[in-house]
Protein backbone atom coordinates (compact mmCIF):
# COMPACT_ATOMS: atom_id res chain seq x y z
CA UNK A 1 0.00 0.00 0.00
CA UNK A 2 1.25 3.24 -1.13
CA UNK A 3 2.15 5.79 1.81
CA UNK A 4 -0.73 8.85 1.72
CA UNK A 5 0.33 12.31 0.32
CA UNK A 6 0.86 13.40 3.95
CA UNK A 7 2.96 11.06 4.98
CA UNK A 8 4.98 10.94 2.10
CA UNK A 9 5.42 15.38 2.52
CA UNK A 10 6.39 14.47 5.58
CA UNK A 11 9.09 11.93 5.05
CA UNK A 12 10.36 14.60 2.53
CA UNK A 13 10.29 17.15 4.83
CA UNK A 14 12.25 15.01 7.32
CA UNK A 15 14.56 13.97 4.68
CA UNK A 16 15.46 17.49 3.63
CA UNK A 17 15.78 18.64 7.36
CA UNK A 18 18.47 16.19 7.92
CA UNK A 19 20.07 16.95 4.57
CA UNK A 20 20.37 20.56 5.45
CA UNK A 21 22.12 19.53 9.26
CA UNK A 22 24.45 17.55 7.09
CA UNK A 23 25.48 20.08 4.27
CA UNK A 24 25.50 23.00 7.73
CA UNK A 25 27.72 20.41 9.76
CA UNK A 26 30.28 19.95 6.72
CA UNK A 27 30.35 23.61 6.05
CA UNK A 28 31.54 24.23 9.62
CA UNK A 29 34.06 21.53 9.46
CA UNK A 30 35.35 23.23 6.64
CA UNK A 31 35.42 26.35 8.12
CA UNK A 32 37.26 24.74 10.93
CA UNK A 33 39.91 22.96 8.98
CA UNK A 34 40.23 26.32 7.05
CA UNK A 35 40.88 28.07 10.38
CA UNK A 36 43.56 25.73 11.33
CA UNK A 37 45.00 26.11 8.46
CA UNK A 38 45.54 29.76 8.52
CA UNK A 39 46.35 29.83 12.20
CA UNK A 40 49.40 28.07 11.26
CA UNK A 41 50.78 31.43 9.09
CA UNK A 42 51.72 33.12 12.61
CA UNK A 43 54.31 30.65 13.49
CA UNK A 44 54.86 29.99 9.80
CA UNK A 45 56.22 34.22 10.06
CA UNK A 46 57.77 34.03 13.15
CA UNK A 47 59.80 30.78 12.25
CA UNK A 48 60.73 32.42 9.06
CA UNK A 49 59.35 28.90 7.60
CA UNK A 50 58.54 30.83 4.14
CA UNK A 51 58.26 26.96 2.18
CA UNK A 52 55.81 26.14 4.91
CA UNK A 53 54.11 28.82 3.82
CA UNK A 54 53.32 28.32 0.50
CA UNK A 55 52.76 25.02 0.90
CA UNK A 56 49.77 26.12 3.24
CA UNK A 57 48.17 28.68 1.20
CA UNK A 58 48.30 26.35 -1.42
CA UNK A 59 46.51 23.74 0.93
CA UNK A 60 44.21 26.03 2.28
CA UNK A 61 43.26 26.72 -1.54
CA UNK A 62 42.39 23.35 -2.08
CA UNK A 63 40.54 22.57 0.64
CA UNK A 64 37.61 23.62 -0.46
CA UNK A 65 37.02 21.15 -2.87
CA UNK A 66 38.88 18.45 -0.79
CA UNK A 67 35.62 19.05 1.47
CA UNK A 68 33.40 19.14 -1.13
CA UNK A 69 34.15 15.76 -2.19
CA UNK A 70 33.59 14.69 1.42
CA UNK A 71 30.24 16.28 1.42
CA UNK A 72 29.04 14.77 -1.44
CA UNK A 73 30.01 10.80 -0.38
CA UNK A 74 27.84 11.83 3.04
CA UNK A 75 24.92 13.05 1.50
CA UNK A 76 24.80 10.42 -0.80
CA UNK A 77 25.06 7.88 1.69
CA UNK A 78 22.25 9.79 3.88
CA UNK A 79 19.45 9.81 0.48
CA UNK A 80 20.74 7.05 -0.97
CA UNK A 81 18.42 6.97 -4.40
CA UNK A 82 16.76 10.18 -3.50
CA UNK A 83 20.22 12.52 -3.83
CA UNK A 84 18.94 13.45 -7.24
CA UNK A 85 15.52 14.37 -6.33
CA UNK A 86 15.03 18.09 -7.65
CA UNK A 87 11.45 18.29 -4.87
CA UNK A 88 13.79 17.16 -2.03
CA UNK A 89 16.82 19.41 -2.75
CA UNK A 90 13.87 22.14 -3.79
CA UNK A 91 12.59 21.16 -0.10
CA UNK A 92 16.64 20.90 1.29
CA UNK A 93 17.13 24.60 0.11
CA UNK A 94 14.10 25.95 1.93
CA UNK A 95 15.20 23.80 5.16
CA UNK A 96 18.70 25.40 4.81
CA UNK A 97 17.61 28.82 4.31
CA UNK A 98 16.18 28.57 7.44
CA UNK A 99 19.12 27.07 9.27
CA UNK A 100 21.39 29.48 8.18
CA UNK A 101 19.83 32.70 8.50
CA UNK A 102 20.82 33.44 12.08
CA UNK A 103 24.55 33.01 11.35
CA UNK A 104 26.91 36.04 10.44
CA UNK A 105 28.35 34.26 6.94
CA UNK A 106 25.11 33.24 6.30
CA UNK A 107 26.08 33.91 2.24
CA UNK A 108 29.21 32.10 2.67
CA UNK A 109 26.96 28.94 3.48
CA UNK A 110 24.66 29.50 0.35
CA UNK A 111 27.63 29.32 -1.91
CA UNK A 112 28.54 25.69 -0.28
CA UNK A 113 24.80 24.77 -0.91
CA UNK A 114 25.00 26.28 -4.03
CA UNK A 115 28.36 24.33 -5.03
CA UNK A 116 26.93 21.04 -3.75
CA UNK A 117 23.91 21.62 -6.11
CA UNK A 118 25.32 22.26 -9.03
CA UNK A 119 27.92 19.13 -8.80
CA UNK A 120 24.88 17.04 -8.67
CA UNK A 121 23.09 18.58 -11.17
CA UNK A 122 25.71 19.77 -13.63
CA UNK A 123 23.94 22.88 -13.28
CA UNK A 124 24.30 24.90 -16.25
CA UNK A 125 23.59 28.65 -15.73
CA UNK A 126 21.34 28.78 -12.46
CA UNK A 127 18.89 26.86 -11.05
CA UNK A 128 16.69 29.11 -8.56
CA UNK A 129 14.64 26.02 -7.19
CA UNK A 130 17.65 24.36 -5.86
CA UNK A 131 20.52 26.92 -5.48
CA UNK A 132 20.55 30.65 -3.67
CA UNK A 133 20.80 33.03 -6.67
CA UNK A 134 19.35 36.42 -5.76
CA UNK A 135 21.01 38.71 -7.87
CA UNK A 136 20.03 41.62 -5.67
CA UNK A 137 21.15 40.34 -2.73
CA UNK A 138 23.93 42.59 -0.69
CA UNK A 139 25.90 40.35 1.26
CA UNK A 140 26.77 43.13 3.70
CA UNK A 141 23.27 44.21 4.61
CA UNK A 142 23.28 45.00 8.42
CA UNK A 143 27.24 43.96 9.15
CA UNK A 144 28.26 47.14 11.01
CA UNK A 145 31.76 47.02 12.67
CA UNK A 146 33.49 44.02 13.45
CA UNK A 147 32.60 42.66 17.26
CA UNK A 148 36.60 42.42 17.64
CA UNK A 149 37.97 45.75 16.89
CA UNK A 150 40.94 47.09 19.56
CA UNK A 151 40.97 50.53 20.37
CA UNK A 152 43.78 52.52 21.33
CA UNK A 153 43.17 56.86 22.18
CA UNK A 154 46.00 59.14 22.48
CA UNK A 155 45.11 60.59 25.58
CA UNK A 156 48.65 60.19 26.78
CA UNK A 157 49.78 61.05 23.45
CA UNK A 158 50.37 58.99 20.57
CA UNK A 159 53.61 57.75 21.13
CA UNK A 160 52.03 56.45 24.34
CA UNK A 161 49.04 54.56 22.40
CA UNK A 162 51.30 53.67 19.89
CA UNK A 163 53.66 51.96 22.27
CA UNK A 164 50.36 50.27 23.72
CA UNK A 165 49.45 48.41 20.06
CA UNK A 166 53.05 47.14 19.99
CA UNK A 167 52.88 46.14 23.09
CA UNK A 168 49.28 44.14 22.72
CA UNK A 169 50.90 42.11 19.66
CA UNK A 170 50.69 38.14 20.21
CA UNK A 171 54.27 37.66 18.71
CA UNK A 172 56.25 35.00 20.93
CA UNK A 173 59.58 36.71 19.55
CA UNK A 174 60.55 39.84 20.72
CA UNK A 175 59.78 43.12 18.73
CA UNK A 176 62.73 45.08 18.16
CA UNK A 177 63.53 48.50 18.29
CA UNK A 178 62.17 49.44 21.76
CA UNK A 179 60.08 52.80 21.93
CA UNK A 180 62.00 54.01 18.94
CA UNK A 181 59.70 52.09 16.81
CA UNK A 182 56.69 53.33 18.62
CA UNK A 183 58.43 56.78 18.50
CA UNK A 184 59.01 55.72 14.76
CA UNK A 185 54.94 55.16 13.96
CA UNK A 186 54.18 58.06 16.05
CA UNK A 187 55.70 60.54 13.96
CA UNK A 188 54.87 58.60 10.70
CA UNK A 189 51.36 58.76 11.85
CA UNK A 190 51.62 62.24 12.48
CA UNK A 191 52.83 63.49 9.02
CA UNK A 192 51.02 60.83 6.89
CA UNK A 193 47.67 60.93 8.42
CA UNK A 194 47.42 63.85 10.12
CA UNK A 195 48.84 66.40 7.23
CA UNK A 196 45.16 67.04 6.19
CA UNK A 197 44.49 68.55 9.12
CA UNK A 198 43.16 65.62 10.81
CA UNK A 199 42.71 65.65 14.74
CA UNK A 200 43.12 62.14 16.15
CA UNK A 201 40.52 60.85 18.23
CA UNK A 202 41.31 57.07 18.30
CA UNK A 203 42.53 54.44 15.97
CA UNK A 204 41.00 50.85 15.86
CA UNK A 205 42.61 47.27 14.87
CA UNK A 206 41.20 44.08 13.91
CA UNK A 207 42.15 41.77 16.50
CA UNK A 208 43.25 39.11 14.68
CA UNK A 209 46.76 39.96 12.36
CA UNK A 210 46.94 39.10 8.70
CA UNK A 211 49.86 37.22 7.12
CA UNK A 212 50.93 36.84 3.67
CA UNK A 213 54.09 36.34 2.20
CA UNK A 214 56.87 37.46 4.24
CA UNK A 215 54.70 40.03 5.77
CA UNK A 216 52.67 40.24 8.98
CA UNK A 217 50.02 43.14 9.08
CA UNK A 218 48.16 45.13 11.56
CA UNK A 219 45.16 46.51 9.72
CA UNK A 220 42.27 49.43 10.94
CA UNK A 221 41.57 52.82 10.36
CA UNK A 222 42.34 56.03 12.27
CA UNK A 223 39.42 57.99 13.41
CA UNK A 224 39.54 61.94 13.07
CA UNK A 225 37.42 63.96 15.69
CA UNK A 226 34.92 65.13 13.53
CA UNK A 227 34.21 61.26 12.61
CA UNK A 228 36.01 60.63 9.54
CA UNK A 229 37.96 57.37 9.20
CA UNK A 230 41.12 56.68 6.84
CA UNK A 231 42.71 53.37 6.61
CA UNK A 232 45.59 51.93 8.89
CA UNK A 233 48.31 49.44 7.97
CA UNK A 234 51.25 48.71 10.11
CA UNK A 235 53.63 45.65 8.35
CA UNK A 236 56.10 44.15 10.12
CA UNK A 237 59.07 41.83 8.97
CA UNK A 238 60.05 38.74 10.89
CA UNK A 239 64.28 38.87 11.05
CA UNK A 240 66.72 36.40 12.78
CA UNK A 241 66.93 38.13 16.05
CA UNK A 242 63.16 39.08 15.95
CA UNK A 243 60.45 40.92 14.66
CA UNK A 244 60.40 44.13 13.33
CA UNK A 245 57.64 46.96 12.60
CA UNK A 246 58.67 47.77 8.65
CA UNK A 247 55.95 50.23 7.15
CA UNK A 248 52.78 52.17 8.03
CA UNK A 249 50.34 52.91 5.46
CA UNK A 250 47.47 55.61 5.85
CA UNK A 251 47.59 56.20 1.52
CA UNK A 252 43.73 54.63 0.12
CA UNK A 253 46.03 53.67 -3.13
CA UNK A 254 48.99 51.95 -1.37
CA UNK A 255 46.45 50.22 1.39
CA UNK A 256 44.24 49.42 -1.64
CA UNK A 257 47.03 47.45 -3.80
CA UNK A 258 47.73 45.61 -0.31
CA UNK A 259 43.97 44.17 -0.69
CA UNK A 260 44.08 44.45 -4.65
CA UNK A 261 43.42 42.03 -7.35
CA UNK A 262 46.56 41.53 -7.94
CA UNK A 263 47.72 40.06 -4.89
CA UNK A 264 47.57 36.37 -2.74
CA UNK A 265 44.96 35.96 0.06
CA UNK A 266 45.81 37.13 3.52
CA UNK A 267 45.85 34.23 6.16
CA UNK A 268 43.95 35.83 8.72
CA UNK A 269 42.01 34.14 11.42
CA UNK A 270 38.67 35.46 11.60
CA UNK A 271 35.59 35.15 13.63
CA UNK A 272 32.76 36.83 11.42
CA UNK A 273 34.62 36.98 7.23
CA UNK A 274 31.42 39.19 6.78
CA UNK A 275 31.78 41.77 9.16
CA UNK A 276 35.32 42.13 7.86
CA UNK A 277 35.01 42.61 4.29
CA UNK A 278 31.86 45.52 5.07
CA UNK A 279 34.83 46.98 7.51
CA UNK A 280 37.15 46.86 4.73
CA UNK A 281 34.46 48.17 2.03
CA UNK A 282 33.41 51.30 3.91
CA UNK A 283 37.46 52.50 3.86
CA UNK A 284 37.59 51.08 0.58
CA UNK A 285 34.13 51.81 -1.50
CA UNK A 286 35.97 51.92 -4.80
CA UNK A 287 36.81 48.31 -4.12
CA UNK A 288 34.28 45.28 -5.60
CA UNK A 289 33.04 43.49 -2.57
CA UNK A 290 33.65 40.13 -4.48
CA UNK A 291 37.89 40.63 -4.54
CA UNK A 292 37.64 41.50 -0.60
CA UNK A 293 36.29 38.25 -0.27
CA UNK A 294 38.68 36.77 -2.79
CA UNK A 295 41.69 38.51 -0.67
CA UNK A 296 40.79 37.11 2.72
CA UNK A 297 40.97 33.53 1.21
CA UNK A 298 37.36 32.82 0.56
CA UNK A 299 37.53 32.60 -3.46
CA UNK A 300 33.95 30.81 -4.04
CA UNK A 301 32.14 33.87 -2.28
CA UNK A 302 34.40 36.21 -4.51
CA UNK A 303 33.40 34.09 -7.51
CA UNK A 304 29.85 34.56 -6.34
CA UNK A 305 30.08 37.95 -5.17
CA UNK A 306 31.31 38.52 -9.07
CA UNK A 307 29.04 36.56 -10.64
CA UNK A 308 26.03 38.28 -8.83
CA UNK A 309 27.66 41.98 -9.98
CA UNK A 310 28.39 40.97 -13.55
CA UNK A 311 25.07 39.74 -14.28
CA UNK A 312 22.67 42.04 -12.19
CA UNK A 313 24.57 44.88 -14.17
CA UNK A 314 23.49 42.82 -17.48
CA UNK A 315 20.15 42.81 -15.97
CA UNK A 316 19.89 45.93 -15.14
CA UNK A 317 21.26 47.59 -18.23
CA UNK A 318 19.17 46.31 -21.31
CA UNK A 319 20.90 48.35 -23.64
CA UNK A 320 24.31 46.98 -22.14
CA UNK A 321 26.29 45.30 -24.85
CA UNK A 322 28.95 42.45 -24.85
CA UNK A 323 32.12 43.38 -27.69
CA UNK A 324 35.21 42.22 -28.17
CA UNK A 325 37.96 43.68 -25.52
CA UNK A 326 40.38 46.76 -26.73
CA UNK A 327 43.48 45.68 -27.77
CA UNK A 328 44.78 43.27 -30.11
CA UNK A 329 43.28 40.13 -30.97
CA UNK A 330 44.56 37.33 -28.68
CA UNK A 331 45.93 33.85 -30.81
CA UNK A 332 45.26 32.01 -27.86
CA UNK A 333 41.73 33.94 -26.18
CA UNK A 334 38.93 35.17 -27.54
CA UNK A 335 38.49 38.17 -24.95
CA UNK A 336 35.12 40.39 -24.69
CA UNK A 337 33.77 42.73 -22.45
CA UNK A 338 30.67 44.24 -21.25
CA UNK A 339 30.60 47.96 -22.27
CA UNK A 340 30.22 49.80 -19.88
CA UNK A 341 31.23 46.91 -16.81
CA UNK A 342 35.24 46.39 -15.64
CA UNK A 343 35.29 42.93 -16.47
CA UNK A 344 36.36 41.01 -19.09
CA UNK A 345 35.67 37.05 -20.45
CA UNK A 346 38.17 35.21 -21.93
CA UNK A 347 37.66 31.93 -23.38
CA UNK A 348 39.91 29.58 -24.97
CA UNK A 349 40.52 29.52 -29.12
CA UNK A 350 40.17 26.04 -30.40
CA UNK A 351 43.05 26.52 -32.57
CA UNK A 352 46.24 28.52 -31.85
CA UNK A 353 47.22 31.02 -34.78
CA UNK A 354 51.15 30.15 -36.06
CA UNK A 355 53.91 30.73 -34.00
CA UNK A 356 52.03 29.32 -30.54
CA UNK A 357 52.17 25.64 -30.42
CA UNK A 358 50.51 24.88 -26.29
CA UNK A 359 48.00 23.02 -26.44
CA UNK A 360 44.25 24.07 -24.13
CA UNK A 361 45.58 21.72 -21.49
CA UNK A 362 48.84 23.74 -21.59
CA UNK A 363 47.23 27.16 -20.90
CA UNK A 364 45.08 26.01 -17.93
CA UNK A 365 47.78 24.66 -16.73
CA UNK A 366 49.53 28.24 -16.36
CA UNK A 367 46.40 29.66 -15.05
CA UNK A 368 46.55 27.10 -12.29
CA UNK A 369 49.82 28.01 -11.90
CA UNK A 370 49.16 31.64 -11.45
CA UNK A 371 46.56 30.93 -8.27
CA UNK A 372 48.55 29.41 -6.56
CA UNK A 373 51.89 31.20 -6.78
CA UNK A 374 52.79 34.43 -5.02
CA UNK A 375 51.89 37.37 -7.54
CA UNK A 376 53.38 40.39 -5.87
CA UNK A 377 51.49 42.67 -6.64
CA UNK A 378 51.82 41.86 -10.52
CA UNK A 379 49.42 39.25 -12.03
CA UNK A 380 45.85 39.57 -12.14
CA UNK A 381 43.36 37.42 -9.74
CA UNK A 382 41.54 34.83 -12.16
CA UNK A 383 38.59 32.84 -11.46
CA UNK A 384 37.46 30.13 -14.07
CA UNK A 385 33.79 29.72 -14.85
CA UNK A 386 31.15 26.86 -16.32
CA UNK A 387 28.32 26.89 -18.13
CA UNK A 388 27.85 31.09 -17.95
CA UNK A 389 24.20 31.88 -19.29
CA UNK A 390 24.44 35.86 -21.22
CA UNK A 391 21.25 36.99 -23.09
CA UNK A 392 21.75 36.74 -26.82
CA UNK A 393 20.48 40.07 -27.39
CA UNK A 394 22.98 41.92 -25.46
CA UNK A 395 26.30 40.20 -27.51
CA UNK A 396 27.55 41.72 -30.08
CA UNK A 397 26.99 40.12 -33.74
CA UNK A 398 30.21 40.38 -34.88
CA UNK A 399 31.52 38.96 -31.46
CA UNK A 400 29.00 36.45 -31.81
CA UNK A 401 30.17 35.36 -35.28
CA UNK A 402 33.90 35.22 -34.11
CA UNK A 403 32.92 33.16 -31.33
CA UNK A 404 31.07 30.60 -33.40
CA UNK A 405 34.02 30.25 -36.07
CA UNK A 406 36.95 30.37 -33.13
CA UNK A 407 35.37 29.15 -30.11
CA UNK A 408 32.93 26.00 -31.18
CA UNK A 409 34.18 23.99 -28.30
CA UNK A 410 33.42 26.40 -25.64
CA UNK A 411 30.19 28.23 -26.68
CA UNK A 412 26.47 26.88 -27.46
CA UNK A 413 24.47 29.61 -29.60
CA UNK A 414 20.80 28.96 -28.43
CA UNK A 415 17.20 30.52 -29.43
CA UNK A 416 17.75 33.62 -27.09
CA UNK A 417 20.73 32.99 -24.73
CA UNK A 418 24.85 32.30 -24.97
CA UNK A 419 26.70 29.58 -23.45
CA UNK A 420 30.00 29.80 -22.43
CA UNK A 421 31.03 26.08 -21.19
CA UNK A 422 34.30 27.12 -19.78
CA UNK A 423 35.95 30.62 -19.60
CA UNK A 424 38.24 32.68 -16.79
CA UNK A 425 37.42 36.20 -15.91
CA UNK A 426 39.43 38.97 -15.03
CA UNK A 427 39.11 42.76 -14.11
CA UNK A 428 39.74 44.76 -16.96
CA UNK A 429 42.75 46.88 -17.56
CA UNK A 430 43.68 49.21 -20.32
CA UNK A 431 45.93 47.61 -22.28
CA UNK A 432 49.36 49.40 -21.58
CA UNK A 433 49.95 49.43 -25.74
CA UNK A 434 47.08 51.71 -26.08
CA UNK A 435 47.71 53.36 -22.54
CA UNK A 436 51.21 54.31 -23.64
CA UNK A 437 49.69 55.62 -27.14
CA UNK A 438 46.85 57.46 -25.58
CA UNK A 439 48.18 59.49 -22.56
CA UNK A 440 50.84 62.33 -22.49
CA UNK A 441 54.44 61.74 -22.64
CA UNK A 442 55.34 61.72 -19.10
CA UNK A 443 52.54 59.34 -18.12
CA UNK A 444 53.48 57.36 -20.96
CA UNK A 445 56.68 57.29 -19.54
CA UNK A 446 55.90 56.56 -16.34
CA UNK A 447 53.87 53.83 -16.98
CA UNK A 448 56.49 52.06 -19.31
CA UNK A 449 58.99 52.65 -16.38
CA UNK A 450 56.67 50.87 -14.14
CA UNK A 451 55.97 47.80 -16.71
CA UNK A 452 59.99 47.20 -16.37
CA UNK A 453 59.39 47.13 -12.71
CA UNK A 454 56.29 44.57 -13.17
CA UNK A 455 59.05 42.48 -14.94
CA UNK A 456 61.77 43.03 -12.00
CA UNK A 457 59.21 42.10 -9.30
CA UNK A 458 57.97 39.05 -11.69
CA UNK A 459 61.16 37.77 -11.59
CA UNK A 460 62.13 38.03 -8.23
CA UNK A 461 59.43 36.04 -7.14
CA UNK A 462 60.09 33.15 -9.67
CA UNK A 463 58.32 34.12 -12.71
CA UNK A 464 59.08 34.65 -16.34
CA UNK A 465 56.46 36.68 -18.24
CA UNK A 466 57.18 34.70 -21.36
CA UNK A 467 55.84 37.19 -23.82
CA UNK A 468 56.65 40.78 -22.97
CA UNK A 469 54.73 42.33 -25.01
CA UNK A 470 52.65 45.56 -23.90
CA UNK A 471 49.31 44.23 -25.18
CA UNK A 472 49.84 41.64 -22.55
CA UNK A 473 49.86 44.18 -19.63
CA UNK A 474 47.15 46.47 -18.23
CA UNK A 475 47.27 49.45 -16.55
CA UNK A 476 45.27 49.79 -13.59
CA UNK A 477 42.93 53.15 -12.24
CA UNK A 478 46.30 54.52 -10.95
CA UNK A 479 48.81 53.61 -14.02
CA UNK A 480 50.38 50.29 -12.33
CA UNK A 481 51.21 47.37 -14.93
CA UNK A 482 49.81 44.57 -14.13
CA UNK A 483 50.47 41.22 -16.47
CA UNK A 484 47.27 39.29 -17.17
CA UNK A 485 48.31 36.76 -20.42
CA UNK A 486 49.59 33.66 -18.66
CA UNK A 487 49.81 31.19 -21.67
CA UNK A 488 53.39 31.16 -22.06
CA UNK A 489 54.65 32.52 -18.38
CA UNK A 490 57.07 29.86 -16.97
CA UNK A 491 59.33 30.06 -13.73
CA UNK A 492 62.80 31.55 -14.15
CA UNK A 493 64.92 28.57 -13.79
CA UNK A 494 63.06 26.85 -16.17
CA UNK A 495 64.11 29.06 -18.95
CA UNK A 496 67.74 29.42 -21.08
CA UNK A 497 68.54 32.90 -20.68
CA UNK A 498 71.36 33.48 -23.60
CA UNK A 499 72.70 36.31 -25.40
CA UNK A 500 72.83 36.39 -29.06
CA UNK A 501 76.12 35.05 -30.34
CA UNK A 502 78.46 37.12 -32.95
CA UNK A 503 77.22 36.26 -36.75
CA UNK A 504 79.57 34.86 -38.59
CA UNK A 505 80.33 36.81 -41.88
CA UNK A 506 78.25 34.77 -43.86
CA UNK A 507 75.49 35.29 -41.53
CA UNK A 508 75.79 39.23 -41.19
CA UNK A 509 72.99 39.96 -44.18
CA UNK A 510 70.55 37.10 -43.74
CA UNK A 511 67.66 37.27 -41.27
CA UNK A 512 68.14 36.58 -37.50
CA UNK A 513 65.66 34.12 -37.65
CA UNK A 514 67.85 32.24 -40.36
CA UNK A 515 70.98 31.38 -38.77
CA UNK A 516 70.33 31.92 -34.72
CA UNK A 517 69.56 28.39 -33.46
CA UNK A 518 66.74 28.51 -30.88
CA UNK A 519 65.27 25.79 -28.63
CA UNK A 520 62.01 25.27 -26.88
CA UNK A 521 63.48 26.88 -23.76
CA UNK A 522 65.89 29.55 -25.00
CA UNK A 523 65.32 33.46 -24.15
CA UNK A 524 67.24 36.03 -25.60
CA UNK A 525 66.91 39.16 -23.29
CA UNK A 526 68.54 41.39 -25.53
CA UNK A 527 66.61 41.01 -28.36
CA UNK A 528 62.98 42.49 -25.96
CA UNK A 529 63.54 45.97 -26.75
CA UNK A 530 63.50 45.89 -30.90
CA UNK A 531 59.72 44.03 -30.40
CA UNK A 532 57.88 46.53 -27.88
CA UNK A 533 56.74 49.08 -30.07
CA UNK A 534 57.93 51.77 -28.28
CA UNK A 535 58.63 55.41 -29.28
CA UNK A 536 62.50 55.63 -28.92
CA UNK A 537 62.03 57.95 -26.34
CA UNK A 538 60.08 55.68 -23.89
CA UNK A 539 62.54 52.39 -25.30
CA UNK A 540 65.59 54.54 -23.82
CA UNK A 541 63.63 55.37 -20.90
CA UNK A 542 62.88 51.92 -20.40
CA UNK A 543 66.51 50.75 -20.36
CA UNK A 544 68.00 53.07 -18.51
CA UNK A 545 65.74 52.11 -15.47
CA UNK A 546 65.52 48.35 -16.08
CA UNK A 547 69.05 47.67 -18.29
CA UNK A 548 68.62 44.08 -16.13
CA UNK A 549 65.96 42.51 -17.74
CA UNK A 550 67.47 43.07 -21.10
CA UNK A 551 70.65 41.26 -20.26
CA UNK A 552 71.31 37.63 -19.63
CA UNK A 553 73.36 37.36 -16.77
CA UNK A 554 71.17 39.00 -14.81
CA UNK A 555 68.59 36.20 -15.54
CA UNK A 556 71.37 33.36 -14.79
CA UNK A 557 72.15 35.12 -11.88
CA UNK A 558 68.36 34.96 -10.61
CA UNK A 559 68.11 31.40 -12.18
CA UNK A 560 70.77 30.42 -10.36
CA UNK A 561 69.50 31.51 -6.81
CA UNK A 562 66.04 30.04 -7.41
CA UNK A 563 67.74 26.70 -7.83
CA UNK A 564 69.36 26.75 -4.85
CA UNK A 565 66.37 27.81 -2.79
CA UNK A 566 66.64 31.71 -2.24
CA UNK A 567 63.54 33.38 -3.62
CA UNK A 568 63.90 37.30 -3.22
CA UNK A 569 61.53 39.28 -1.20
CA UNK A 570 59.02 41.97 -3.13
CA UNK A 571 57.80 44.50 -0.96
CA UNK A 572 54.22 45.38 -1.47
CA UNK A 573 54.32 49.16 -0.59
CA UNK A 574 57.13 51.82 -1.63
CA UNK A 575 60.29 52.45 0.24
CA UNK A 576 58.72 55.63 1.22
CA UNK A 577 56.38 53.87 3.35
CA UNK A 578 58.89 52.24 5.00
CA UNK A 579 59.95 53.26 9.13
CA UNK A 580 63.64 54.62 9.57
CA UNK A 581 64.21 52.21 12.17
Known amino acids: MSASPAASAASLGEAAARAAALILDAFLDYDGRFSDITRRAQRHFERRDWRQAQIDAGARIDLYDACIHETLARLEGLLDERVRSRPLWIAMRRAYEELVAPLPDRELTKTWFNTLSRRFFHTRGVDADIEFVALDADPLAGHRDPIHLTRHTPDEGLQAACARMLAALPFSRPLLGGSETAHAIATELAEQAFEESLAAAAFEFLDPLFYRERRAYRVGRLIAADGRAIPLVIAFTSEERGIRADAVLTNLNQVSLLFGYARNAFHADLAGVTGVVAFLHRLMPHKPVGELFTVLGRIKQGKTERYRRSFRHLAENPQERLVRAPGQRGMVMLVFTPLDDAVVFKVIRDRFAWPKDSSRGDVEEKYRLVLRYDRVGRLVDTQEFRDLRFPLRQVDPALLAE ?179
Request: hydrophobic share 40%; net charge negative; with cysteine.
Open 403 to 581: LERDCAASIEIGTDELLVRHCYVQRRLRPLDLYTREMPFEAARRAVIDYGQAIEDLAMSGIFPGDLLLKNFGASRIGRAVFYDYDELSLVEECRFRRVPKAAAEDETRPLDEWLGVGAHDVFPELFPRFLGLSPELRDALVAAHPGIFDAGWWRALADRFRRGDHGDVAPYPASARLPC
